[in-house]
């Protein structure tokens, strides 16, 4: 496969999705193999379970955390990684991220921007309380969590279904996209928020834009310029010309 060049793009905004973090053995949460499958999120990642039966949510999520203890970036997280360490102070760079693991930023990546937030911290469900999310290696799979200052359960710092995307967040993602260049979206679905909504706002300011991932879209985004089909860990070393193996 032919790689890319993306030496003329000065601001480059890429979303990932579950398809980036498969490789390193991260079970999706929708689609075909996805844990939805099997799990009814609303017993155990809705919002509303905040309130009837914590402890389920620390249940689910706490064994990602412990799986996350052994899983490596893979090499699509090393390719991103890599690109956005050889831009120069002339480029603007951001990583949007659906997935909540943080194997971007541990594969290198720095302008992060986590959608849905990290399952490795720890915060308050206490909305007013001041203690701030937390590294947390714990899975707290047994006791529920108790904050210190107010005593108020601990939770995952993780968008649950039926809560919104930090304001903040949603606020650097979009302007991100008001004047981007070069749009890709990677191993997410390209006709669902949020990267249906995104190319759609990318094409509007004239970038160029791609969508890579393992199915095709269904039915085709005509915002995405350009579809290339594939595991991300095997297409972006290829498309970026990127070399990622360990020397
Ligand atoms: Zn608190």
Redesign the pocket.
């Known amino acids: 496969m032919q790689s890319l060049d993306f030496s003329c793009y000065r601001n480059i905004v890429i979303l990932t999705g579950a398809g980036v973090s498969a490789a390193s053995g991260i079970r999706p949460f929708r689609g075909q193999e996805g844990l939805w499958n099997e799990i009814n999120p609303l017993k155990s990642a809705d919002s509303s379970v905040l309130q009837t039966n914590p402890l389920a949510i620390w249940q689910l999520f706490g064994t990602l955390r412990t799986q996350l203890e052994t899983a490596q970036p893979n090499a699509a997280h090393l390719t991103l990684a890599k690109f956005e360490a050889g831009f120069s102070s002339s480029q603007q760079f951001t990583l949007i991220t659906q997935n909540i693991d943080g194997l971007h930023q541990r594969a290198g990546s720095r302008n992060v921007i986590e959608l849905h937030g990290n399952v490795n911290y720890t915060r ?1 469900s ?1 909305p007013t ?1 001041s ?1 701030t999310a937390y590294l947390d290696k714990s899975p707290h799979k047994d006791l529920l969590p108790i ?1 210190q ?2 005593n ?1 359960p601990l939770r995952l710092d993780i968008v649950l279904f039926g809560e919104q995307i930090p304001a903040k967040k949603e606020w650097l993602a979009k302007r991100s996209l008001r004047d981007c260049d070069l749009f890709i979206a990677i191993g997410t679905s390209g006709t669902v928020w949020p990267a249906a909504n995104f190319v759609r706002s990318a094409n509007y300011v004239g970038a160029k834009t791609i969508f890579i991932n393992l199915e095709p879209m269904k039915p085709k985004n005509p915002y995405f310029q350009e579809e290339y089909l594939g595991r991300a860990e095997e297409l972006l070393p290829l498309l970026f010309n990127i070399d990622v193996t360990p020397h």
């Open positions: 308050c206490n309380c203690l904050c200052l107010c108020y």
